[in-house]
């Protein structure tokens, strides 16, 4: 059976990769699917982020990367995927993922949606928050795949301005 795991993935986190590794070992095939939200700025195209997916999700044969601008919804009706899976870090997660549950049923009933957590180790890690700290000099290799860390760090790190206290 096939899944899709739909995110902006901006970028990808080891959360992300500790549940696209379990979804690999329960489904035929998972779809990783960039997924496009009017509601958030990226710092990586579209492009980008599937590379860097693609990078740390080597020697997970059964992954398939795709990326798509509309709903995710009417991408799996396209692609005939009934099953989606959703991350679920807290409370605000809960209510973000309740709502878009109850927008995609009402799309169609016949997709269903599936809630995984990902490891107590990376409850809190979110991709703005990663962006922050590599921004700001600090080590993320907790937070990332190792092997993207320098695509991050590219695209991130600048000399940090100092301002002068008057």
């Known amino acids: 059976m096939r899944i899709c795991y739909p995110g902006s993935f901006d970028p990808i986190s080891n959360g992300h990769l500790d ?28 492009e980008e982020r599937a590379n860097l997916i693609k990078i740390a999700t080597t020697g997970i044969p059964n992954v398939k990367i795709d990326i798509y601008s509309g ?3 009417h991408y799996c009706q396209k692609e005939n995927i009934t099953l989606m899976a959703r991350g679920l ?3 605000s997660d809960y209510e973000a993922e309740f709502n878009l549950f109850q927008f ?19 409850q809190f890690v979110s991709s703005s928050a990663i962006k922050e700290l590599v921004t700001f000099g600090a080590d993320i290799a907790k937070y990332v795949p190792k092997a993207i860390i320098p695509y991050i760090e590219a695209k991130f790190k600048q000399p940090q301005i100092k301002q002068k206290l008057l």
């Open 104 to 122: 995609n049923r009402d799309l169609d009933h016949n997709i269903e949606t599936i809630l995984l957590y990902p490891s107590s180790k990376n």
């Open 19 to 46: 549940i696209i590794k379990r979804l690999a070992h329960n489904f035929s095939e998972v779809v990783i699917l960039i997924s496009n939200n009017i509601n958030k700025h990226y710092s990586f195209t579209p």
């Open 89 to 91: 870090r807290n409370v």
């Open 71 to 73: 709903l995710v919804v």
